[in-house]
């Protein structure tokens, strides 16, 4: 007898999964960083699952296609995702592998976000040009010109830094360091230290952005594993990925914007910790310029062990994750943090500053 038949159907379901018998396809965009990222899951999946036959498919996307528009002007929240979500709709890729912080908090339904790795370093990190080497945000000359099409980092850091000058940029990593590196159009650039490192240029990180100078992004160095919500065996499977002080983190980061209405297009930022089963989340909406912003963090006991089972409430859905194995009164506790934080800030006039930053964003 398989030991797997000892946990029930469930897992008797899985069986086909994990024993070879099925070709698990797993869909990713074809940039560098997508198939970086798409290969560290597929490797962690073979560790769990020796036997399981996982084959890597790898797609353009809108987003892949239109590099020379900011990405908060392009509207379209599923940029990077729709083409990808077709494919696992039409049963070509069985799971999808994303940065968290390009999945919208609402996926289209039918899918779910199955599974959040452990999450790397969140933080932003400043890469400079070359004439610039060893030097931090705080030591460039005045008036020097930073690239980066992200409202929230051009919000926090004109209000932190404001000797300097912004400048959108578009374009994959690649790109971006090849713009920076080969002209002189910018004296730096800003970018999530967690791509930096997963792509192996951890080198060129001159200064971690502290959440004093620049708190960061929504699920901001998380991957995001997205699956068809009626494919019990691929959910059962990816399961094993879960991270419960990343998902908690992100679960309620994730319901913190929701909450806001917010996505690219307007600047919210977070911070989140969690210390001694309490998670704390700090969050902020700024006006495009940040010279208005509203900031508060709140708190909420959470407890971080894993679960064999979790059958009894197993495929609930919190902000579009399903994390099997991770206790559900914690995810809901944190669901309910993002929310209550967010409705506070609304109280105290979040919903003005978001509103003239979109229509400020719709002008530019
Ligand atoms: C989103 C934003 C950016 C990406 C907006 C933001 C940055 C856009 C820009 C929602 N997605 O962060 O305020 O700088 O013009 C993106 C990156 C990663 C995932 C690259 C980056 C890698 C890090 C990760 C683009 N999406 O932010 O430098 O896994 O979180």
């Known amino acids: 007898m398989s030991e797997d038949t000892a946990n029930g159907v469930r897992n008797s379901a899985s069986h086909n999964v994990k024993e070879n018998s099925r070709i698990i396809r797993v869909g990713t965009r074809k940039s560098q960083l997508a198939q970086t990222q798409t290969g560290s899951v597929v490797n962690m999946l073979k560790e769990q699952y020796?036997?399981?036959?996982?084959?890597?498919?790898?797609m353009t996307t809108t987003g892949d296609k239109i590099l020379d528009t900011a990405l908060s002007k392009i509207g379209e929240k599923s940029l990077f995702t729709k083409e990808l979500e077709t494919a696992l709709e039409k049963n070509e890729v069985d799971l999808v592998v994303h940065s968290l912080k390009d999945?919208?908090?609402?996926?289209p339904p039918g899918f779910t976000?199955?599974?959040?790795?452990?999450?790397e370093i969140p933080y932003d990190a400043v890469v400079v040009h070359p004439n610039n080497v060893g030097k931090t945000l705080d030591m460039l000359a005045e008036?020097?010109?930073?690239?980066?099409?992200?409202?929230?980092?051009?919000a926090q850091l004109k209000r932190r830094f404001p000797h300097l000058e912004f400048k959108d940029i578009r374009g994959n990593l690649n790109t971006r360091l090849k713009k920076l590196d080969e002209k002189d159009d910018y004296s730096a650039i800003v970018l999530a230290a967690a791509g930096l490192r997963r792509m192996g240029w951890e080198n060129r990180i001159s200064q971690i952005l502290e959440p004093e100078d620049c708190m960061y992004a929504v699920s901001q160095g998380a991957l995001g594993v997205e699956v068809r919500v009626n494919d019990p065996d691929i959910l059962e499977m990816v399961s094993v990925l879960n991270d419960t002080e990343t998902v908690l983190r992100c679960i309620a980061e994730r319901s913190f914007m929701k909450q806001l209405e917010g996505g690219c297009s307007v600047p919210i930022a977070v911070h989140s910790v969690i210390n001694e089963n309490q998670l704390y989340l700090t969050g902020a909406v700024y006006s495009l310029d940040g010279s208005d912003s509203l900031k508060d963090t709140?708190?909420?006991s959470v407890s971080t062990q894993t679960q064999d089972e979790d059958c009894s409430v197993a495929d609930v859905q919190h902000v579009g994750i399903t994390a099997k194995r991770?206790?559900?009164?914690?995810q809901a506790a944190a669901e309910k943090l993002g929310m209550d934080l967010a409705n506070?800030?609304?109280s105290k006039g979040a919903k003005d500053i978001l509103t003239v930053a979109r229509q400020l964003n719709d002008s530019r």
């Open 50 to 58: 020796p036997h399981a036959q996982l084959e890597v498919v790898a």
């Open 103 to 107: 999945l919208p908090t609402t996926l």
């Open 113 to 119: 976000v199955g599974a959040i790795c452990k999450r």
């Open 143 to 154: 008036r020097s010109v930073i690239g980066t099409s992200s409202l929230r980092r051009a």
């Open 298 to 300: 709140m708190q909420t």
């Open 326 to 330: 991770i206790p559900h009164n914690s």
């Open 344 to 346: 506070l800030l609304l």
